[in-house]
């Protein structure tokens, strides 16, 4: 069930962002561009986030998707080894760009779309992190575990589906320069 | 109708076998002829089912009642000739004993019975021939099928009777089997009161020793203890029959077997008070169902969890009529197509039954527990049996070894020892099982003799084995034959062999079996004498000053000559006292042999060889024989590599043409250019079947304290060797780990069990992410918040300014 969810939901935002790309045909324009206080830690931190991102999402929904199993063996210890990155890296991104992409009046530097898909992606790996971690702690019974991982899969759904639409809108502004 | 006719087929058949053999007895014209028109009027007039006796009531019928032999007669207990009772006829006539036939416990010869998940096999054991060869008449893929070794039907009854409830191989008696003795014998019927008598006086241990006595039809009798079964049909020739009587030419050797019924038990009647449990205790099923570690006194055994909370067995095993007793494992309902007996299952007791709409589906059936498992990723739940958790031996770095009744034959008790060593089983050997679920399981290493015959091994029967190179197997046996001799020769002490500073006695088995004893001989080896717990010469070395033997020492030497002499064949016993060699003469006096150097002890110490044709001096024993005594000393092994490298050549010896093996320990052992090599083959891999049983408490269970248990790099449950035992002593048994019977990835699982190490790292981490993630998401959220004005509401004008 989960399968086919995750593919037409990719699917369909895929489909969602070349329309978008289709009817705007104006490029957005590049805002101003505050400079990053730490632009070299900025780049690696977000390049280490991409990187545990794509890992995620193969490992994750490369399983899930095209094999039809659950996470397994070897895929498993280089899922939670990237999880460890993309963790780190959402929370560093949320603490150097939260100014930037702070919803109220003071971010100019992304456009509110970018904003909206990173506090969503920030806010689906908090409940990927919890998915995961709270049932290690012995408080879960088998429902709740099984509760858990599914809480586990969707979230992480959101989250890519938040990412590919963060990741056309920043192509688009790219673009646009 | 069905049923009434096959009972007539067998009375006319009876009849005619008896009518011809009973000549000289009139009543075997009469009495069959009314046993035949009272079958014949049953059949044209009982054409109904029997009717199922359960009116609701949860009272067990008393059951007093009249006992039939097995031709349907009343048994009078106090006539002297009286029949053992019939369980056919006598439970029959209430409960459908053809129904109850095609049970579990009994249909197992039966094509159409479902095989079902593989079980315990029986297994043949001849510790004489080092074999242990699982069998089973099912197609489980643990086994041979008896057929495909030459065991009959009635083979497989006296082998396994014992533990057997009787029906299935017990009454194949149309099986063709030329040396079958059913006859004599009579039908092993199914024995109800095995299971379901209440009553203190059934022994079963006593049906084991009927059964191995050829007194099939009367072992039910004799265990249920209403009457005392004498005799033996194993004595009796082929051509006696039961309606014979007793042996009038023989009262001492083949007295024929005959029962006498405790009138005691009877009322005036002739009704005996049977007492009945519909379920069975526990104590009955642990006669055939008794598993044990030979290691732990009885005293630090603890009953399964179920039992110590009140539950029986036949709680969870149920049956009902027919007898098709539950087994408990989960994929049985989709094997016997029955939603029903997923309810006896562990996950349908305690979880309930998935998909039930009624109370099934609740789970905690008779007020059991319902599991929470918490912190268990369900994986666990895919991946794994209950029994994986829960039961049998916690797993150590090496299994332990386990004694079961059927295949150890405990339980039988008496002044022989009934009990054997082999087969060796090992428990617990956690094996991907036939559902894909990892499973504890008890594992044994098949062990045979076999000849090759292009990829395949064709087992040897083990009495051909002991025939040919019994002699040179069974070197316990040899020496004991000696200490047997010499204990005639011997005033007082009892004879020992003393070899590598350790002393052999006889023992209750006929072989060897080490003695402690607190002063050693001054020889080794040497035949000697124990006697108030220190070893003496079976002669004192004295000797006159004129060289001569003393007169004592003469007489003690004679003694022993003699009583050597006995199992001397065509040797001659002769004593050693240095360079000289003695022998008794013709007249039966001690006299010096001339032109023979003798290899006498030290001190004058008189030494036991045995003269031969050729007037060269042999020991009393082989030299191999010594040493495999000395090495086999104090363990379970049958024989040594060199006693089979030895029995191999005498057996390539007499039979050239056929290349002989010897199957143990996991490998094949056989002859390659003389010396003794050693092989892999399919029929040398092990077989295994799962252990339900003790189910240990939960807060024992694998990982109910830590993941660590299970995931660690030397976890046993994955890491614990796993080692090839069987009746021969080798360095080269087959040796595994337990990953490999599991069907998992090594690799992979010692480094999941190395990323515990740093699991409680990586949680605090992680939490510390999620809060910093979460505190972020709180400042945006409050941002939003405060625009959107929910918090805040805007002071508006100072009313000051």
Not at chain 2, 774 to 784: F, V
């Amino acid at each position: 069930m989960f399968k086919w969810i995750a593919i037409a939901s990719v699917l369909a935002t895929i489909a969602g962002t070349g329309l978008h790309r289709l009817i705007r045909r104006k490029r957005l324009p590049a805002p101003p561009q505050p400079l990053p206080r730490f632009p070299r830690i900025e780049a690696v931190v977000v390049a280490m986030t991409a990187v545990g991102f794509l890992v995620l999402a193969i490992t994750g929904f490369g399983g899930a998707t095209f094999l039809s199993r659950p996470l397994h063996g070897y895929w498993t210890i280089v899922h939670v080894s990237a999880s460890g990155m993309f963790a780190t890296g959402i929370a560093c991104l949320a603490v150097m760009r939260g100014e930037a992409y702070g919803l109220g009046n003071a971010g100019r530097r992304f456009p509110s779309g970018m904003k909206w898909c990173f506090w969503l992606s920030a806010a689906s790996t908090l409940v990927l992190i919890l998915s995961i971690l709270v049932p290690m702690l012995r408080l879960l019974g088998t429902p709740a575990q099984s509760l858990a991982i599914d809480i586990h899969r969707y979230a992480a759904l959101v989250s890519l589906i938040a990412a590919i639409v963060y990741a056309h809108l920043a192509r688009s502004i790219r673009a646009g320069e | 109708m069905g049923r009434n006719t096959v009972s007539l087929a067998w009375d006319v058949s009876w009849l005619l076998q008896n009518a011809a053999r009973c000549r000289t007895c009139l009543c075997a014209f009469l009495w069959p002829l009314g046993l035949l028109s009272t079958s014949l009027a049953v059949a044209a007039t009982n054409e109904l089912p029997l009717p199922q006796h359960w009116d609701g009531s949860r009272v067990v019928p008393v059951h007093r009642i009249v006992l039939y032999d097995e031709n349907g007669e009343d048994i009078a207990p106090g006539y002297a000739r009286a029949m053992p009772f019939s369980a056919r006829t006598t439970c029959g006539a209430c409960h459908d004993y053809a129904t109850i036939s095609r049970g579990f416990h009994f249909n197992y010869m039966s094509s159409n019975a479902v095989a079902g998940r593989a079980g315990q096999p029986w297994i043949w054991v001849d510790e004489r021939a080092g074999m242990q060869l699982p069998l089973a008449y099912r197609p489980w893929t643990n086994a041979w099928h008896p057929s495909s070794l030459g065991l009959t039907p009635w083979q497989m009854t006296l082998e396994f009777g014992r533990h057997m409830p009787g029906g299935g191989s017990g009454e194949a008696t149309d099986a063709a089997d030329p040396e079958a003795r059913w006859q004599v014998s009579g039908p092993l019927e199914i024995n109800c009161l095995g299971c379901h008598s209440a009553s203190p006086r059934q022994d079963q241990s006593e049906w084991a020793k009927q059964v191995m006595r050829g007194n099939l039809r009367w072992a039910a009798t004799a265990a249920s203890g209403l009457g005392d079964v004498g005799g033996m049909a194993s004595r009796m020739p082929d051509t006696w029959d039961v309606v014979q009587g007793p042996n009038k030419d023989d009262a001492v050797y083949a007295v024929a077997p005959n029962v006498r019924y405790d009138v005691s038990l009877f009322d005036l009647k002739n009704r005996a008070l049977i007492d009945i449990s519909s379920r069975p205790k526990d104590a009955r099923c642990l006669y055939c169902h008794s598993v044990a570690q030979p290691d732990t006194p009885r005293e630090a055994l603890d009953a399964d969890v179920h039992s110590r909370a009140g539950i029986m067995c036949a709680d969870c095993h149920r049956a009902g009529l027919d007898h098709n007793i539950s087994r408990g494992y989960e994929t049985e309902a989709a094997d016997r197509h029955d939603d029903r007996v997923r309810l006896n299952s562990c996950r349908g007791c305690h979880l309930g039954t998935e998909g039930a709409r009624d109370m099934a589906a609740v789970g905690g059936r008779l007020g059991t527990r319902i599991p929470a498992h918490r912190g268990f990723p369900p994986i666990h739940f895919e991946k794994l049996s209950c029994t994986a958790c829960h039961s049998g031996p916690w797993p150590g770095d090496r299994h332990t070894r386990v004694k079961t009744s059927r295949a150890n034959r405990l339980g039988i008790y008496g002044v022989a020892r009934w009990a054997t060593d082999a087969p060796f089983i090992a428990e617990p050997v956690f094996v991907k099982g036939q559902d894909g679920r990892i499973a504890p399981h008890r594992m044994m290493w098949p062990s045979f003799w076999a000849v090759r015959s292009g990829d395949a091994l064709i087992p040897l029967d083990a009495g051909v084995i002991t025939q040919s190179v019994g002699h040179i197997l069974e070197a316990g046996e040899a020496v004991a034959r000696i200490l047997v001799a010499l204990r005639q020769g011997l005033a007082e002490g009892e004879p020992v062999f003393v070899s590598s500073g350790i002393t052999f006695r006889v023992s209750a088995d006929a072989t060897v079996e080490p003695a402690s004893c607190a002063r050693m001989a001054a020889q080794d080896p040497a035949w000697a004498a124990m006697a108030n717990d220190t070893v003496v010469p079976l002669v004192a070395p004295a000797a006159s000053s004129t060289g001569s033997l003393d007169r004592a020492t003469e007489d003690g030497i004679v003694s022993i000559l003699s009583a050597l002499a006995a199992v001397a064949g065509s040797n001659q016993p002769v004593a050693c006292i240095g360079a000289r060699v003695f022998a008794i003469d013709v007249d039966g006096f001690l006299a010096p042999l001339e032109g023979i150097a003798g290899q006498g002890g030290q001190d004058g110490e008189a030494t036991w060889h045995w003269l031969l044709p050729d007037k060269t001096l042999a020991p009393l024993v082989p030299e191999f024989v010594v040493q495999a005594v000395t090495e086999l000393a104090g363990t379970e092994f049958s024989f040594t590599e060199a006693q089979l490298a030895r029995a191999l050549q005498a057996m390539a010896a007499l039979d050239p043409a056929r290349q002989h093996v010897y199957v143990a320990c996991g490998k094949v052992f056989e002859l390659r250019n003389g010396a003794l090599a050693v092989s892999d083959h399919p029929a040398a891999e092990p077989r295994a079947w799962p252990a339900a049983h003790n189910v240990r408490p939960a807060a024992q269970a694998l990982g109910a304290r830590q993941c660590t248990e299970c995931h660690s790099y030397n976890a046993p449950f994955f890491f614990a060797g796993v080692e090839a035992r069987g009746p021969l002593k080798t360095s080269h048994a087959g040796f595994s780990l337990m990953w490999q019977f599991e069907g998992i990835a090594p690799n992979f699982n010692r480094l999941f069990g190395l990323t515990f190490l740093i699991r409680s790292m990586y949680k605090t981490i992680m939490f510390s992410l999620a809060a910093v993630i979460a505190l972020a998401l709180l400042l945006i959220g409050l941002r939003i918040l405060k625009r959107a004005g929910v918090f805040f509401v805007s002071p508006g004008p100072d009313p000051s300014e």
